[in-house]
T-cell receptor
Framework: GIQVEQSPPDLILQEGANSTLRCNFS?????LQWFHQNPWGQLINLFY???GTKQNGRLSATTVATERYSLLYISSSQTTDSGVYFC???????????FGAGTILRVKS | NAGVMQNPRHLVRRRGQEARLRCSPM?????VYWYRQLPEEGLKFMVY????????ESGMPKERFSAEFPKEGPSILRIQQVVRGDSAAYFC???????????????FGAGSRLTVL
């Protein structure tokens, strides 16, 4: 099956810093989503981005489908950005998503 | 719109008991997915259901686990004779349609955390 690798596994930032999270996947995909799992365990969908670039406030994401990777940018980080960021993909149009292991982000004030 | 509702949020069971986890999808959503998150790991797909039908259960353990999504009422994930290895967070997600790009965004519930003693 498709493999999803996320890097880095852990990241500690000072409040206000910027960061880039990476997601590599082993096969072509028609569905790619980024999620944030907050410290209370809630999963929030950040982007549906099988290709191209999207921005939402301080967050943006870019997927280069031909090269099988996606990047999540967090600018001017805040302590509320802390949590685990997951990349999830599916080969077909659907939601049998394969999740990466996540990037644990800690933002310190 | 109340979002995807899961209950209970926390469930404690002793080995050998049964666990029932419930999921009410977002209003208007007819597709339900169950995922399991073991400690320190990402989520893993278990089963995909539409009303009264199991579409894909390739991620379900072969024994003790079952899922349903009846015509009326919530989707139920049932685990019989629980063992310690079943301790995990179980997430339900829903969307309203397949095959159209904008409809592929999953909305997740807050999860049900099962602890087996």
């Amino acid at each position: 099956g498709i493999q999803v690798e996320q890097s880095p596994p852990d990241l500690i930032l000072q409040e206000g810093a910027n960061s880039t999270l990476r997601c590599n996947f082993s096969d072509s995909v028609n569905n790619l989503q980024w999620f944030h799992q907050n410290p209370w365990g809630q999963l929030i969908n950040l982007f549906y981005i099988p290709s191209g670039t999207k921005q939402n406030g301080r967050l943006s994401a870019t997927t280069v489908a031909t090269e099988r990777y996606s990047l999540l940018y967090i600018s001017s980080s805040q302590t509320t950005d802390s949590g685990v960021y997951f990349c999830a993909v599916a080969r077909e149009y659907g939601n049998k998503l394969v999740f990466g292991a996540g990037t644990i982000l800690r933002v310190k004030s | 719109n109340a979002g995807v509702m899961q209950n209970p949020r926390h469930l404690v069971r002793r080995r050998g008991q049964e666990a029932r986890l419930r999921c009410s999808p977002m209003k208007g959503h007819s597709h339900v997915y169950w995922y399991r998150q073991l400690p320190e790991e990402g989520l893993k797909f278990m089963v995909y259901l539409q009303k009264e039908n199991i579409i894909d259960e390739s991620g379900m353990p072969k024994e003790r686990f079952s899922a349903e999504f009846p015509k009326e009422g919530p989707s139920i994930l049932r685990i019989q004779q629980v063992v310690r290895g079943d301790s995990a967070a179980y997430f339900c997600a829903s969307n309203y349609r397949q095959g159209v790009s904008g409809a592929n965004v999953l909305t997740f519930g807050a999860g049900s955390r099962l602890t087996v003693l």
